[in-house]
């Protein structure tokens, strides 16, 4: 593994009592995977193994943290929670232990995170005014069936999020001029 000069300075530039700390972690997460590359991350220190975080380290004014799981999770930012003194550590050999089986996860596949699916967004059905006005703007009714779900949505919720009839009114006649000329919902600031 090459060092990365910006860790060194990361390191350099800590609070004294980090420092031995930093320098511990940095070189427990070396003997526990060789093959992983030293990165600045959100500002701190992480190494990274295929792409995927291994671990990470961060000093504060009066605690350091160690992450290995990912961002967060854990007390004070890091899975160790604040860690004011090497004593603070579990041993070396536990900490070694815990690198190699993240390594391994990521490895294998099993460390990805999973991707949450969106959520449908709700129809919402089109006012029979609304439609009456598409049907007499020559061109409006094609466009509209050309336009996608989303495009479609922008316009419909424009117009029912009015609160006053005559806003409402004005909005589907405006609407369906600007259909007609192939324009979308926020055509103003599409040059931008």
Same mark, same amino acid.
């Given at each position: 593994?090459?060092?990365?000069?910006?860790? #060194?300075?990361?390191?350099?530039? =800590?609070?004294?009592?980090?420092? +031995?700390?930093? /320098?511990?972690? !940095?070189? &427990?997460? $070396?003997?526990?995977?060789?093959?992983?590359?030293?990165?600045?991350?959100?500002?701190?220190?992480?190494?990274?193994?295929?792409?995927?975080?291994?671990?990470?380290?961060?000093?504060?004014?009066?605690?350091?943290?160690?992450?290995?799981?990912?961002?967060?999770?854990?007390?004070?930012?890091? #899975?160790?929670?604040?860690?004011? =003194?090497?004593?603070?550590?579990? +041993?070396?050999? /536990?900490?070694? !232990?815990? &690198?190699? $089986?993240?390594?391994?996860?990521?490895?294998?596949?099993?460390?990805?995170?999973?991707?949450?699916?969106?959520?449908?967004?709700?129809?919402?059905?089109?006012?029979?005014?609304?439609?009456?006005?598409?049907?007499?703007?020559?061109?409006?009714?094609?466009?509209?069936?050309?336009?996608?779900?989303?495009?479609?949505?922008?316009?419909?919720?424009?117009?029912?999020?009015?609160?006053? /009839?005559?806003? !409402?009114?004005?909005?589907?006649?405006?609407?369906?001029?600007?259909?007609?000329?192939?324009?979308?919902?926020?055509?103003?600031?599409?040059?931008?």
């Amino acid at each position: 593994m090459e060092r990365d000069s910006r860790v #060194d300075a990361y390191i350099a530039k =800590a609070q004294p009592f980090a420092r +031995p700390i930093l /320098e511990h972690l !940095r070189s &427990l997460a $070396e003997r526990a995977e060789p093959e992983a590359q030293e990165d600045l991350r959100w500002g701190a220190p992480f190494w990274i193994l295929d792409g995927r975080q291994l671990c990470g380290m961060a000093a504060f004014k009066a605690h350091c943290a160690f992450v290995i799981e990912g961002p967060g999770g854990g007390e004070a930012m890091g #899975d160790l929670g604040r860690i004011t =003194a090497l004593d603070d550590l579990p +041993p070396d050999e /536990e900490l070694v !232990r815990l &690198l190699k $089986e993240k390594a391994q996860r990521i490895r294998s596949g099993e460390d990805k995170a999973a991707k949450a699916k969106p959520k449908p967004k709700p129809e919402i059905a089109m006012p029979d005014d609304f439609a009456a006005a598409l049907e007499q703007t020559s061109g409006a009714e094609d466009v509209w069936n050309g336009f996608t779900d989303a495009q479609r949505r922008d316009y419909l919720q424009w117009i029912t999020g009015a609160k006053r /009839e005559a806003t !409402r009114t004005k909005r589907i006649a405006t609407a369906a001029e600007w259909i007609g000329e192939g324009k979308r919902r926020n055509w103003k600031y599409e040059s931008c």
